[in-house]
Nanobody
Framework: QVQLAESGGGSAQAGGSLTLSCAGSGRSFSNYAMAWFRQAEGKEREFVAA???????FYLESVRGRFTISRDNAKNTVYLQMNSLKPEDTAVYYC???????????????WGQGTQVTVSS
């Protein structure tokens, strides 16, 4: 079992940047798919980005071109670089791990506690 811990959240101005990190402890996740989800207040959890063990990548259309997901298996860490932030990006961001490369949250069996991202206009 792997425990995931997000960090790097905080406040940013519209147009600014933040980088989120998700560090895993325990078993290596080098052969697992990793993903980022987010949940804004009063809204459903939403897929943001995913990266497979072979570095196939998929993004939510609204973040494509602005966000970049990457992974460093040697450090058991996945990143989400967020550029050109918009107020609509405000949410709690969650890191997830699973055996399947998917945009559905049911396919991930390990989750971090989340980190808040707030973007001001």
């Amino acid at each position: 079992q792997v425990q995931l811990a997000e960090s790097g959240g905080g406040s940013a101005q519209a147009g600014g940047s933040l980088t989120l990190s998700c560090a895993g402890s325990g078993r290596s996740f080098s052969n697992y798919a990793m993903a980022w989800f987010r949940q804004a207040e009063g809204k459903e959890r939403e897929f943001v980005a995913a990266i497979s063990w072979s570095h196939n990548i998929f993004y939510l259309e609204s973040v494509r071109g602005r966000f970049t997901i990457s992974r460093d298996n040697a450090k058991n860490t996945v990143y989400l670089q967020m550029n050109s932030l918009k107020p609509e990006d405000t949410a709690v961001y969650y890191c997830a791990m699973g055996r399947a490369f998917s945009v559905g949250d049911r396919m991930y069996n390990e989750w971090g506690q989340g980190t808040q991202v707030t973007v001001s206009s």
